[in-house]
């Protein structure tokens, strides 16, 4: 272990991190344009070409802005949970692959900051260190709305956790390997979610409720708690929070675009190893679009419905989804037949119609057959 | 660590239950500033978790004095104010106040006039029920839709510039008639709408009518009886969707409303969901009378001219001497009006928009009030959200469309 190597990992952490926020910063600009073309205006179009300059002209005002402190808080757990929010979403990136190795100054840089063979059980336990923040933050505030929303924001979290977590297992089945790389590079042939639509789906909805992303927008419910556990957050305290949600947005983007859409892998990604952050950022961009899509078109769901969605509907599907997968590959090894490894994506999408059809059912006999 | 005061509970603690003095269940304060309260109104909530088991309303922070501003100007300067009442229905209050005075005055509106008036006080409950809809998608974070109701408000807004001059306050309908006649424009901006907004409202329906995630915020919450409604006097499109098929326009109607033919959405489920269906086939039924109206126009006057209360136009003071004599004694003193006190309602797009106006010999009423259908219609809301959720108290507000310039007034 020489020093370069200590070098290699600060630089390499350092630019993570700045590709993180530089991402944060333009997603706003991203959303907004993209709702704004959704919704016939015009969004953000002044400072700079096309608006371009907007997120600098925010981050410059939430900076400059006044902290204020309310009175009423207690200060030390107020200061920290937006610190103990946005820690997580950074360091969460750290085991997501770019890209394969290049050469430089006859060094092998690798594209990723950390190779830890169990990444998988890295990115469960670290996500989960964020609700942390944000039940501190309703809970310090000493405002009922807050209150409120940190609890809701505890119980969505926990619940879609699980969820995940399975979501996460049929990658892993899938990938013979909880190391993100391997996984990735399982995936030349055929995209995972070729093989598991439902499981990537299912990953999906997960994700937007752990990021707390609409149509499971629960903890801040602008319309309901008014801003939720960020209440009497303002400036840069806000500022990070706002800057956690963004930032597990990309990062949640990445691992989906790592698991289920073969990651940086793309045409001559292997002759040009810079090529794998530019496939890897187009899919996280197209992911993107779809939260943001989601967000503008559906109504929220309600809280008590969101978590029988989650522990009703959802955990049976995933365990389902996890079953057939390993079912499905166990049995084209045993009996080495492809037939049973093609069924799983067929099985799979008849258990996510089913699951659709129980909430119709649930709908229609709720609404007494009026839709 | 600075202490805050505690709320005085001492003042409606014989509105809430007994755990709340116990701390068993929390007080929550929602609103004046809150973004789902529709304005400025205060609720109280009682919450256990959270559940509702009381909701207070408490009104009063839009108050303006408006009723009484009314007794101190003449019955043609006091329309002004009505304009301001429910911001959402001007035209539609300018005709309810208009139509007070001209029973009071037993003045004639000519057919024309009168037809104007309908295809106005209908494009302007389209835009009230299009603001609805609207904050009603964003009081679910459905917010795409705000912005496209907003679209097709904005039409409606210029077709009220074009004729007009004002896009929101308007004071268009007169007493004995309208300002002035429509330019020639009018037409084809409301035959424009006509045409495009149907498309609209199957768009709406297919972002919201069968979307899973609405129908569940929607079905089954805020259940209104037939008697509740009835007993509590809420009156519009809530009212018809509790299954009472009540509308001023069917039942007593008025400006002509008889010679059209049109369908008044009644459904018996009483939920939010059956308020929302109320709300999009009444979208269509405005936009049929709109264009029936539109075809069978009359040529004619638009005001009539029975000078004692109608102000002549300005081309015929410079040549006629009464006309100047009119024109000056209208402007400056005002018309009188009887000594007695009439009242009378119209269909706004909340519902039963009563005036009642006492004249007392003079220029000046001597009292204005106005019934203004958002106040019955907030009372029945405690009744509505006991046992629901938070996130359903703010879809069944939404859902009763309420109007805070309308309660305070």
């Given at each position: 272990m020489d020093w370069t190597m200590w070098v290699e990992w600060i630089v390499k952490g350092f630019v993570l991190c700045l590709i993180l926020l530089t991402g944060f910063a333009y997603l706003t600009w991203y959303e907004r344009r993209a709702l704004a073309r959704i919704q016939v205006?015009?969004?953000?179009?002044?400072?700079?070409?096309?608006?371009?300059?907007?997120?600098?002209?925010?981050?410059?005002?939430?900076?400059?802005?006044?902290?204020?402190?309310?009175?009423?808080?207690?200060?030390?757990?107020?200061?920290?949970?937006?610190?103990?929010?946005?820690?997580?979403?950074?360091?969460?990136?750290?085991v997501v692959p770019l890209g394969t190795s290049f050469n430089l100054f006859g060094r092998e840089i690798t594209l990723y900051v950390a190779d830890v063979n169990v990444g998988i059980l890295y990115l469960t336990s670290i996500a989960s260190i964020a609700v942390y923040g944000i039940v501190l933050a309703g809970w310090?505030?000493?405002?009922?709305?807050?209150?409120?929303?940190?609890?809701?924001?505890?119980?969505?979290?926990?619940?879609?956790e699980l969820t995940l977590g399975l979501s996460f297992v049929t990658a892993i089945i899938l990938g013979n390997s909880m190391n993100m790389i391997d996984i990735v590079n399982e995936q030349r042939g055929l995209w995972f979610v070729v093989i598991q639509p439902v499981g990537a789906l299912i990953f999906w909805i997960a994700t937007l409720a752990e990021v707390n992303r609409a149509p499971f927008d629960m903890p801040e419910a602008e319309q309901e708690l008014t801003a939720g556990y960020h209440a009497e957050y303002s400036g840069m305290k806000f500022a990070l929070f706002f800057m956690a949600e963004y930032q597990k947005m990309i990062v949640i983007s990445m691992i989906l675009a790592t698991l289920f859409f073969g990651g940086y892998l793309g045409p001559f990604v292997d002759q040009v190893p810079l090529l794998g952050p530019v496939y890897l950022f187009a899919k996280?961009?197209?992911l993107l679009f779809g939260m943001i899509w989601v967000r503008a078109t559906w109504p929220r769901i309600r809280y008590d419905r969101l978590m029988s969605f989650g522990w009703k509907i959802l955990l049976p599907l995933s365990l389902a989804i996890a079953f057939i997968t390993a079912t499905g590959i166990l049995l084209?090894?045993?009996?080495?037949?492809?037939l049973f490894f093609w069924s799983i994506p067929v099985v799979s999408i008849i258990a996510l119609l089913v699951a659709v059809a129980f909430i119709y059912r649930d709908l229609r006999r709720k609404s007494h057959g009026r839709i | 660590m600075t202490q805050l005061q505690p709320a005085n509970v001492e003042q409606y603690k014989h509105l809430i239950s007994e755990r709340a003095l116990t701390g068993e269940t929390m007080l929550l304060n929602m609103g004046p500033q809150h973004p789902s309260t529709h304005g400025v109104l205060r609720l109280v909530l009682e919450l256990d978790g959270e559940i509702v088991v009381n909701c207070i309303p408490d009104i009063g922070f839009l108050h303006t004095g408006i009723e009484k501003n009314m007794e101190a100007k003449t019955f043609q300067k006091a329309e002004v104010m009505t304009d301001r009442l429910d911001y959402m229905n001007t035209m539609g209050n300018n005709l309810a106040y208009v139509m007070a005075?001209?029973?009071?005055i037993d003045l004639d509106v000519p057919p024309r006039a009168q037809a104007l008036r309908v295809i106005l006080v209908e494009l302007q409950r389209i835009a009230s029920h299009l603001v609805l809809l609207g904050t009603w998608g964003l009081d679910l974070a459905a917010m795409s839709m705000f912005l496209y109701c907003f679209r097709e408000r904005e039409q409606i807004l210029d077709i009220f510039e074009l004729v007009s001059g004002q896009r929101m306050m308007t004071t268009y309908i007169r007493p004995g008639g309208v300002w002035r006649d429509v330019p020639v424009e009018f037409e084809k901006a409301v035959r424009d709408f006509i045409k495009i907004f149907p498309k609209r409202i199957d768009e709406y329906e297919k972002l919201l009518t069968k979307n899973p995630l609405f129908v569940d915020r929607m079905v089954g919450i805020g259940h209104l009886s037939k008697e509740m409604a009835l007993s509590y006097g809420v009156t519009g499109s809530n009212l018809r969707a509790s299954g009472v098929n009540w509308d001023l326009r069917k039942a007593r109607p008025y400006m002509g409303y008889e010679q059209y033919d049109f369908d008044v959405p009644v459904l018996t489920e009483g939920d939010t969901y059956a308020r929302y269906l109320v709300r999009i086939e009444e979208f269509r039924q405005s936009l049929r009378i709109i264009e029936q109206a539109l075809d069978k126009l009359p040529m004619g006057p638009v005001r009539s001219d029975n000078r004692k209360f109608v102000p002549p136009p300005r081309s015929e003071i410079g040549v006629s001497m009464e006309a100047l004599i009119h024109h000056f004694k209208l402007w400056t003193e005002g018309f009188h009006a009887p000594n007695a006190s009439i009242y009378s309602a119209v269909e706004s797009p909340r519902g039963e928009l009563g005036v009642l106006i006492a004249g007392d010999g003079g220029p000046k009423p001597r009292r204005v009030h106005m019934r203004t259908p958002s106040f019955d219609n907030l009372a029945v809301v405690p009744e509505l959200v006991k046992g629901h959720l938070v996130a359903d108290l703010v879809a069944i507000l939404a859902s009763i469309d309420i109007v805070l310039g309308d309660i305070d007034r």
């Open positions: 205006r015009v969004g953000p179009n002044r400072a700079g070409y096309q608006g371009l300059l907007q997120p600098i002209a925010d981050a410059v005002k939430l900076i400059f802005k006044e902290e204020l402190t309310p009175g009423h808080v207690y200060k030390v757990v107020f200061i920290l949970a937006p610190v103990l929010t946005v820690v997580p979403s950074l360091v969460l990136a750290a310090s505030s000493n405002n009922k709305y807050a209150m409120l929303g940190g609890i809701r924001s505890s119980a969505q979290m926990i619940s879609y996280v961009i197209i084209a090894d045993v009996l080495n037949n492809q | 005075v001209e029973k009071l």
